[in-house]
């Protein structure tokens, strides 16, 4: 018995990797094509791509591994008493090294054309001048708004996006959607109308792991800390990693004591 929840464990954990990998190759596939290529993607059509990346994912993960593909989800799940608390660390260990992985394969897929953009614009990696570049693989704030604006920014609409997402699926139990079901194509909607929305307002992340894999990834690279920071406050680095968890779990308990349970009294 025990073999066979260490397999199933396992066998979820892959799949979460491949899932969360998976919206990262699709995502950071599209940037990296529209900075370095003559494609050129507008904002619209960037949305568009990470939201149906979002969708693919989940369903390619749901009936296995319940396509959590967010530790800040994996964690509300379980402080919610959800889940597993022996598969939490697993879960997230698998999907910041999916983001890690597949950040990897956009980077040596798209390293020629990385190399002669820096060469061709004199671009040296770990300075100002390489944000842009950085801004493929990861989330930057708007350093234009205060660090506070940011954070509160990140937090609120990641706080709306789970409640949304709550509300596509009711089902309590730890599989999170079900793989016949409409439920990956609208949360790809949401993804992609909060993209939309925000994105000239501040680079919102919504997934600590959609952030921290890359950038631990390009701090290997040659960026070094400026992955992190940003070439700015070393804050600004909580705003992409400890802002979706606080978010999402602001969220998940807002929908669980004012939705949910209003809703089990009324029947």
Sequence with gaps: MNCYKKKTIIKQCIVEFFGTGLIIFFGTGCLAASKLTNINFDQFEISCIWGLGVSISIYFSSAIS???????????FWLSSRFNKKKVIPYII???LGAFFFTMLIYCLYYNLLISFEKKNNIIRGTQASINLASIFCTYPNYNNSFIQNFITEIFTTALFMIILLQFNQKKNNYFFKCNSITPMLIG?????????MSPLNNISLNPARDLGPKIFLSITGWGVFSFTGGNNCLHFLIPTVGPILGINLGGWIYTILIDNYSLNKK
Excluded: E, R, Y
Aim: charged share 0%.
């Design 66 to 76: 319940g396509a959590h593909l967010n530790p800040a989800i994996t964690i509300f």
């Design 94 to 96: 698998s999907q910041i």
């Design 189 to 197: 909607i949401l993804v992609f109308m909060i993209n939309i929305t």
